[in-house]
Each structure stands twice: as structure tokens, then as C-alpha cells.
């Protein structure tokens, strides 16, 4: 998701400088962990990518979604407030955003990966994904192996534009910077699937219009990330996200979200 031009990343990086010229005006938690903000925990998140994340109006937070209530509870139980920031998706997952003071935890969907616990510290896992295709109604694509030739949808750097590297065998894989200009994309029939995670296509599916004809169980898992080195961040969020799953507010949060009836 490149939603941001690279003056945008270059001015980053100068944040980044800057801050470590001038020191940090940041903070800690009881146990130790630097914060950005004193008595605050920041969330970077890229937005859209409904049900994770969503813009809000009503909200005080001004966002909604999964990700968003998940840290929100987590920033409760370590008795600070939450602020979330709407970063661009490429700047979250190669580490830019934390190391230049920009926020202290990246909450956007992200799958955990060895390549990118280079950069990442992840927290444990708080989420089970799959892929999905994603396609018209009525449209002859009906499962991977009917895509060749077809003009595929997918979003810059993500797991599931891995995917459809290596499994949509003939097609041509059209990448957009996000969920938002995918879906318009697929609505102007500039392409004639989209391949990402399922989650993401079932919120298009239940709009109507569009159906998933296939998904693909890919092992994935999502975690929350830090600052390599912020140890006691990642032991903070383990603890409470423990807490939620043992306490059943985790619970409350998925089915809100994911639960059929």
C-alpha cells in the first residue's frame, strides 16, 4: 500500500534524524517500554482495510475495525490512552514508521513473516487468515487455475500478491496501492479478480455483486509489531492480549466481526 509519496517516506526519515539529534520527548510504561508519547500508546494502521481498519467519523479515535477495538482494549489494560495514526502499509511492514518515532505499535493486518522480523518484533499472534479469490457475479473464473489471462488485482506488498505470484499461473497481476482502489478497479472491470486476504473480500461479498470462488489456507497469522529492540512493549501486549483471550473480551471483539449467523 503506497498511499504516501517517497517525499513523504524521505520526511520520515528526517523525523527520525531529528529525533535522535534531539532526544526523545517520549515516555515509558510501568514496566520500561518506551513510548512516542507519554501515557499513550500510538498505533500505526493503514486505512482502509475494512474489518481490520476503517475511517470513523462518530469515533473520538476517528477509526473503527478489528485491529482497532484489539489495541484499544490493549492500551486500557496497560492504563494509557490510545492515538492512531493512518500510515502508508509499505512504510509499517519495512520498520520506517517505528524507527522514526512515528508511533509504537503497527496494528494494520500485518502477517507475521521471517523476512519481516528482520525489521519487526512481533507480538504473538491474535489472528488465523487465509487467501481468497474474489470475482463478479456470474463470472467464468471459478477457482486459481482459470485466471491465466485474466487481469488479477492485487495490493503492493502484501501476502497475498506473494500468492498470486506464484500460484495464478498465465495471469497478469495488476497491483494497487490499496484495498480502496483495488475494489474500483474490479467495479470498473479493469480486472477480473482480486486476490487477497479473506476477511477483506468477504466484507465485498456481503455488499453484493461479488462472490469468492475460492480460498486458500496459506498458514498465515497476524501480529502486532514494535521497534526491534522494544522488549518490553511486545511483553506488555502479550499480557494483555492473554488477558483478553482468557477474560473472553477477545472473543466478544472476533465475533463482532467474524461470526456468521
Excluded: W
Excluded at 511492514?93 to 519487526?120: E, Q
Amino acid at each position: 500500500m503506497i498511499k504516501r509519496s517517497l517525499v513523504s517516506l524521505a520526511a520520515l526519515s528526517a523525523v527520525a534524524l531529528t529525533a535522535s539529534a534531539c532526544g526523545s520527548s517520549g515516555g515509558e510504561t510501568a514496566s520500561g517500554a518506551q513510548l512516542v508519547k507519554d501515557g499513550t500508546l500510538t498505533v500505526c494502521s493503514d486505512v482502509p482495510y475494512a474489518p481490520f481498519e476503517d475511517f470513523d467519523k462518530s469515533s473520538s479515535l476517528g477509526f473503527k475495525g478489528f485491529d482497532i477495538d484489539i489495541v484499544n482494549a490493549v492500551a486500557k489494560g496497560m492504563d494509557l490512552k490510545l492515538a492512531v495514526l493512518d500510515e502508508d502499509f509499505n512504510s509499517l511492514k519495512s520498520g520506517l514508521a517505528l524507527n522514526a518515532g512515528t508511533c509504537d505499535l503497527v496494528a494494520s493486518a500485518l502477517t507475521i513473516t521471517d523476512d519481516r522480523k528482520k525489521n519487526l518484533d512481533f507480538t504473538d499472534g491474535y489472528y488465523d487468515s487465509k487467501q481468497s479469490l474474489l470475482v463478479p457475479e456470474g463470472s467464468s473464473i471459478k477457482s486459481i487455475e482459470d485466471l491465466a489471462g485474466k487481469n488479477v488485482g492485487v495490493q503492493q506488498g502484501t501476502t497475498g500478491k506473494d500468492y498470486a505470484e506464484k500460484n495464478a499461473k498465465g495471469a497478469k497481476i495488476v497491483t494497487f496501492p490499496s484495498d480502496a482502489e483495488e475494489f474500483q478497479a474490479i467495479k470498473a472491470g479493469q480486472v477480473d479478480a482480486l486476490l487477497q486476504d479473506l476477511p477483506v473480500n468477504l466484507t465485498h461479498e456481503q455488499a453484493g455483486g461479488y462472490t469468492i470462488v475460492q480460498q486458500f489456507d496459506t498458514d498465515e497469522e497476524y501480529g502486532f509489531a514494535a521497534k526491534k529492540g522494544n522488549d518490553e512493549l511486545v511483553k506488555e501486549v502479550d499480557e494483555q492480549l492473554a488477558k483478553l483471550k482468557k477474560d473472553g473480551e477477545y472473543q466478544k471483539l472476533y465475533d463482532k466481526y467474524f461470526k456468521v449467523s
